[in-house]
């Protein structure tokens, strides 16, 4: 399935690559990949991930070895991904 990307997302990137520079190339190479992979994943698999309770429609994926979720939607012809937060912020309430 086609994958999109919101704007936020794209700040989200970049964000997360300034900061797991802190820890060398190498983490954030690393980080990156998995990134790529849960993003591949979903779009050969969109609905495995489980739906958010708080916001209708949204999914949530961790990227188990990193300390993020991946957000996003499932939509007629396409996976848009919304955000991607790290886990030690306060979670992601509707409206925010």
């Known amino acids: 399935m086609k994958v999109e990307f919101s704007n936020r997302v794209l700040t989200d990137l970049r964000e997360i690559s300034a900061a797991s520079q802190a820890y060398g190339d190498q983490v954030t190479a690393a980080v990156e990949a998995r990134i790529r992979e849960i993003i591949l994943h979903i779009a050969e698999h969109p609905e495995a991930a489980p739906q958010v309770e708080q916001r209708l429609g949204v999914r949530v ?10 957000f996003y939607r499932v939509l007629a012809d396409r996976v848009r991904i919304l955000h991607i937060r790290h886990t030690s912020r306060r979670p992601w309430i509707s409206g925010r």
């Open 61 to 70: 994926i961790p990227l188990v070895r990193y300390p993020y979720k991946l």
